[in-house]
């Protein structure tokens, strides 16, 4: 990774390398949070926000109570964009004020 890439994003394309190199496999669970945690030093927080990305992305299913699961390709896009966040090469779209 470049330098200045934040750690949710490196950890997004951890992930994202991993389940194309056939390391998780369709529909396998995924390690925990807090195996991630102790896998890579990043906080909980870092972890959760990169995976809620990769899940907003289809790239995995995250089920309360049960873990992340690796989603089929079909379910996938490369539109990692941030949650919340206008993407570059879209306007933000029109917020309704009233007068």
Do not use: C
């Not at 389940?19 to 390690?31: A, F, K, R, T």
């Not at 926000?49 to 899940?55: N, Q, T």
């Amino acid at each position: 990774m470049p330098p200045g890439v934040p750690k949710y994003r490196q950890l997004v394309s951890l992930v994202r390398q991993r389940i194309l190199d056939g390391v998780y496999l369709i529909e396998e669970q995924l390690p925990t949070e807090d195996t991630w945690t102790e896998e890579t030093g990043y906080s909980r927080d870092t972890v959760r926000h990169a995976f809620k990305i990769l899940e907003a992305a289809g790239w995995v299913t995250i089920t309360h109570g049960l873990g992340m699961f690796v989603n089929p390709p079909q379910m996938r896009t490369d539109d990692l964009a941030e949650q919340g966040q206008p993407r570059q090469d879209r306007p933000p779209p029109h917020v309704h004020r009233p007068h």
